[in-house]
């Protein structure tokens, strides 16, 4: 540099720094503290309403070097409103603004470089009118206001340093209900702002910040404190390329609305802070981006990676793009921190795992909300355990779970959550479930597949101790199920598809006195929206497959083994049970033993088809239950109350449906019975509920039948007991009779082929016909035997209106019988046909009578109608006192052959009287016509006739009295020589009609 | 030689009462009743018979537990021509018909008396209240 240019500078510098000390000190002579104070507080009642104090305002250039500035200190703004806390509204205790004094001389403007504020208290106010205390700065004239060019950020923001230091204050606001207070804010924010380019610093401390708020009642709806908060943001770089730092920590805090705190005591004693911020961000070209950002809640920590991109979204001009995760953390560190209020809610439970989350968020924002449009996350869960007792008999362990969603908020994609793996142990069981829910934002469709290895001891801890279930073994599950929310919640199983197997080993249930054990047990479950159910009408179908099922009931006397056991149940749609539930099934036993009520039963093999279908509209059991079976029986030992023996069957096989019961094999024995019987039975049910006639035609076949045992067992069928026995009473019925009860309500037929039986001491064999019980009578249409070597036939009614008036009508047909044997089949017989046993040979003879008996089948002579006749050929009259004194009379011979030629008798019986029609017989050389009339009691009055003898006389005799003392003389002579008597033809035309009769009431209703 | 002609005689003799005894005399002297002293119930112990204006009837007997109005009581339908009183039972489900003669001896409005061939039986009328 050149020496003149040198000494130039210096003398100019001389100059000016003369200048400089010559204006100072003409300002400090010219302003002084008491002009500049006085000034100022001239200055605020122009601009500030309320009433304003300035202590003392100083210049200053040491505190705001190298500009200049003003150092005020004690000011005080007084603002009296109604319900404030304060009367003041601000108190500064000192402060100082530093003003670019180059600017000022060269242009005459203030521009403040620096303001230091230090002791500050504010309390800022607001009524519930609305009206504020800080509302103190005086408006403008309309005209000043009248400028609308639009705010211009200028090129270069002159303030470089605002300090605040000691700074106190309140806010109340009774219009919202909030107060808020601010408690030794220290701040120091530094920088510049220069065209395009900003560096900025921002160095804040809060000793202490409370905010409170109200709801409309009055209550604290928001109350939160934080203590010691420190916020560190710095920023570097041109508009379209700024990096920064967000700092933020609050190692203190409470924080609770309606009344949940939110911060507990553990969370508010934590070493860590309460919550931590740290992003540092990058701002370029219209997109703000931070990589690495972490938030903390305590030891919860938040990662956080993305960008805020402008976009031409009017609404949402900034964009959001951010990956974040959450570090892995224990969950049973996390529960202490949980509120009171939750804290109490899982009080019970242990819950332990570790869980991790991360994800994607994306979405627009906006400059009050943020409107996000996708949502992705992955949850892992591993190595959890809840235990609760209250909801869990045991704990779970080894939770662990693997889940990830894809949320399209904007419903441009569907919404998917994929459960990858979801596992759990309870005992000894496990559970493993995945699947997805898609369409998570729509109709939510549910796709999930479990498996399960179950212990059926831990799925027992379920069952509340009070029901009498236990249940052993072990079950591996398999389920799949497919179906929306909407149709879960509704329980639609029209729509749900669902298929269940369980396969259960070592299978031991008891319930009650129930027990059932099966070592190996299929059970299939599914629905028809899934494959197809048997029955139309059901939505659900379940099936269970066993070949080895054992059942035993004590109590009942049960033990059956099932070897094979198929049983299907086809349930209706829940949401409408009045629809049938049908159930199909098949069992085979291959032993069965039951015993309900003294009547028990002991199978060999039982096979059981059929299918039931449930009906909960119809009242009736039966018809309720709908049932359709085949059932097969082997061997089986029937006990029965009264049945001093079992009933032995060696088969049976019958098809019952509603309505209807087919007989297709019943083979039985019992004692030294046997039966074969087949055949159908109609109104079972209907007949069990008193409605309807039972109506049976079944076919007997049998080599030997008991036909007193087999009355025995269905005498009175069908009568209620107490009935009987009231009836018995009523009706004298002698202790020791027990007369057999027509079974009422019954229309049965049997169609017999007996080949030999026993029936009231006689032997019969060939026993063959119809049999009929109808409505209280019991019919033997024409039913043909043989008894001691003779055919017989017999058509008979029996009724028992009362047990001691019983109702019997027989046609009773006997062909070559022999006369002793007949009468000592039938002892009555010598009592209706006393001559009879002076007879000796075969002989045929036809009954038709009708009466009542008494209990002990008695008859009751004063109601006996009938008819007889006997008919026999080479009859031998067997020598008696009798006869001899009337072949006296007759003068027959000595030498008189004493045999019968033919004998031919008809003969009425009305009560206690036998009228004898005229007959002839003829005996050797004579022929005798016979005609009388006798009582059962043995009067007789009877009269004997020699037609035709060897001796040229008519002789007759009169046979009269009462036995043994019967009067025998002769009489007069009353027929004609060669009287032939004219048939009555009387037996004849009866049986026709009994039979024809005997067909009416077969072929008719009963009446 | 003498008793000869004497016991063909007696021979004869006896014939001749045996021929005059078989000739029967058919002279109808029986009494004739009426039927309407019949109408009403009649008694003879614990046995009751019952006549009916229409020709029907019906008989119990109280001892074997039988009352006017059972079921079971016997029905009948009758004629009654000069002293022969003809019953004509229907059984009950066998329906038999059984026809029953008896020759009336007595019947007023009080006294009903019948011989059924075997005995002599006599019915009290029962008055209707």
């Known amino acids: 540099m050149k020496k003149w240019i040198k000494i130039t500078l210096i003398s100019l510098g001389s100059l000016v720094a003369l200048l400089l000390v010559v204006f100072a000190v003409a300002c400090w002579l010219i302003f002084t503290p008491a002009q500049l104070t006085k000034i100022v507080n001239n200055l605020s009642n122009r601009y500030v309403t309320c009433d304003t104090h300035f202590g003392s305002v100083n210049l200053t250039l040491f505190k705001t070097f190298p500009d200049a500035g003003v150092d005020i200190h004690d000011v005080w703004m007084v603002n009296p409103i109604q319900g404030a806390p304060s009367d003041t509204v601000a108190y500064i205790h000192d402060l100082v603004v530093g003003v670019d004094i180059r600017e000022f001389i060269k242009n005459g403007n203030i521009v403040v470089r620096k303001i230091c504020l230090d002791g500050v208290d504010a309390n800022l106010f607001t009524s519930s009118e609305g009206q504020h205390n800080f509302d103190v700065i005086a408006l403008a004239d309309s005209s000043q206001l009248s400028d609308t060019t639009a705010f211009r950020l200028p090129e270069e923001v002159s303030l470089n340093s605002i300090k605040l230091d000691k700074v106190n204050g309140s806010y109340t606001d009774n219009q919202l209900g909030v107060r808020a207070s601010l408690e030794d804010l220290e701040m120091d924010l530094s920088g510049s702002l220069l065209g395009e380019s900003i560096d900025a610093s921002l160095l804040m401390n809060i000793k202490k910040i409370c905010y409170t708020q109200q709801d409309s009642v009055g209550a604290d709806f928001i109350d939160c404190e934080a203590s010691d908060v420190s916020v560190d943001v710095s920023s570097d770089g041109s508009f379209n390329n700024l990096q920064g730092r967000l700092q933020l920590s609050l190692p203190k805090g409470q924080f609770s609305m309606q009344g949940v705190a939110y911060v507990n005591d553990a969370l508010a004693s934590s070493s860590d802070d309460l919550l931590s911020i740290d992003i540092p961000f990058n701002y370029s070209n219209g997109s703000l981006s931070v990589d690495g950002a972490q938030l903390g809640l305590d030891q919860l920590k938040l990662s956080l990676t993305g960008r805020l991109q402008a976009s031409s979204d009017v609404s949402y001009p900034s964009l959001l793009d951010a990956d974040f995760s959450v570090s892995k953390v224990s969950v049973q560190d996390l529960l202490p921190y949980l509120p009171p209020q939750f804290a109490g809610f899982c009080s019970n439970m242990t819950i332990k795992g570790d869980v991790a989350l991360s994800g994607h968020v994306e979405g627009g924002v906006g400059d009050t909300n943020v409107n996000v449009s996708y949502i992705g996350c992955d949850l892992m869960v591993q190595d959890g355990s809840f235990a609760d007792m209250s909801m869990l008999p045991k704990p779970l362990r080894n939770i662990s779970a693997d889940v990830s969603a894809q949320l399209y908020l904007d419903s441009s994609a569907t919404s998917v959550v994929n459960v990858r793996g979801l596992s759990a142990t309870m005992g000894s069981s496990k559970v493993n479930l995945e699947g997805s829910l898609s369409d998570v934002l729509g109709q939510m469709n549910l796709d999930v597949r479990g498996t399960g290895s179950l212990q059926m001891v831990d799925v027992m801890s379920f069952i509340p101790d009070t029901m009498p279930l236990d249940v052993r073994g072990t079950a591996q599950l398999k389920l799949s199920a497919k179906a929306t929310i909407d149709q879960l919640s509704q329980l639609d199983l029209n729509h749900i598809k669902l298929e269940s197997n369980i396969d259960f080993n070592q299978l031991d249930v008891a319930y009650g006195d129930i027990h059932a054990i099966s070592p190996a047990l299929h059970l299939n479950l599914h629905t028809s929206a899934q494959r197809p159910v048997a029955d139309k009408h059901c939505v659900v179908a379940a099936a269970l497959l066993s070949d080895n099922l054992q059942l035993k009931m004590p109590s009942n006397q049960v033990d059956a083994k099932l070897t094979g056991t198929q049983l299907a149940v086809n349930l209706p749609d829940f949401s409408n049970l009045d629809k049938p539930i049908a159930a199909a099934f098949k069992l085979v036993m291959e032993r069965t033993n039951v015993g309900v009520d003294s009547i028990g039963m002991d199978a060999e093999q039982l096979e059981l088809n059929g299918s039931v279908r449930y009906d909960a509209s119809q009242n009736d059991l039966i018809a309720s239950i709908n049932p359709n079976l085949s059932v097969t029986l082997g061997r089986t030992l029937f006990f029965m109350p009264d049945m001093p023996e079992a009933l032995r069957m060696s088969s049976m096989a019958f098809d019952y449906k509603p309505g209807s019961c087919r007989l297709n094999d019943f083979n039985l024995h019992w004692g030294e019975s046997d039966y074969h019987l087949s055949g159908s039975v109609l109104n079972l049910e209907d007949w069990l509920a008193h409605k309807s006639v039972l109506k049976a035609d079944i076919s007997l076949q049998s080599n030997y039948s008991d036909i007193d045992q087999l009355l025995s067992l269905i005498s009175g069928m069908g009568s209620d007991p107490d009935t009987i026995e009231q009836m018995r009473r009523e009706d004298d019925v002698p202790a020791d009779a027990a007369p057999f009860i027509v079974p009422r309500d019954v229309d049965v037929t049997l169609h017999t082929n007996v080949k030999s039986c026993v029936a009231f001491d006689n032997k019969l064999s060939n026993l063959a016909g119809n049999i009929s019980i109808r409505d209280g009578k019991a019919i033997l249409d024409q039913v043909g035997f043989v008894c001691k070597a003779a055919r017989m036939q017999l058509t008979g009614i029996y009724k028992s209106p009362r047990p001691n008036h019983l109702y019997l009508g027989v046609d009773f047909h006997l062909l070559d019988i022999d006369i002793e044997e007949l009468i000592d089949m039938i002892p009555y017989v010598d009592t209706l046909v006393p001559m009879l046993s002076s007879f000796s040979g075969q002989a045929n003879f036809h009954l038709a009578l009708e009466g009542y008996l008494d209990a002990k089948y008695a008859p009751k002579t004063s109601t006996l109608l009938g008819s007889a006749a006997i008919s026999g050929k080479e009859l031998v009259v067997l020598d008696n006192e009798t006869f001899d004194k009337i072949s006296s009379l007759l003068m027959f011979k000595r030498s008189t052959r004493n045999v019968i030629d033919s004998l031919d008798v008809e003969m009425t019986l009305f009560r206690n009287k036998m009228e004898v029609y005229p007959f002839l017989f003829s005996m050797d050389k004579y022929q005798v016509c016979a005609s009388g009339i006798h009582s059962l009691t043995g009067n007789y009055n009877y009269h004997v006739e020699l037609l035709k003898s060897p001796l040229p006389l008519r002789l007759a005799v009169d046979v009269k009295g009462t036995m043994p003392n019967i009067g025998i003389s002769l009489g007069k002579v009353v027929y004609n020589e060669l009287y032939n008597p004219a048939k009555q033809d009387a037996i004849k035309q009866r049986t026709l009609e009994i039979k024809k009769m005997v067909r009416e009431a077969l072929e008719s209703n009963v009446r | ?129």
């Not at chain 2, 008396?113 to 209240?129: A, H, I, N, P, S």
């Open chain 2, 1 to 129: 030689m003498i008793m000869k002609p004497a016991y063909l005689l007696v021979l004869c003799a006896i014939a001749a009462v045996l021929l005059w005894a078989g000739c029967s005399k058919d002279k109808d002297k029986s009494p004739k009743f009426s039927e309407s002293n019949l109408i009403g119930k009649w008694s003879s112990g614990t046995e009751f018979w019952r006549y009916d204006a229409d020709h029907s009837g019906r008989t119990w007997d109280t001892a074997d537990d039988v009352n006017e109005d059972d079921e079971t009581t016997m029905r009948f339908a009758w004629s009654l021509d000069g002293d022969q009183l003809k019953h004509v039972f229907s059984g009950d489900e066998v329906h038999q018909a059984v026809a029953q003669y008896y020759t009336v001896k007595v019947l007023n409005a009080t006294t009903l008396q019948w011989d059924d061939g075997l005995e002599v039986v006599t019915f009290t009328k029962v008055k209707v209240d």
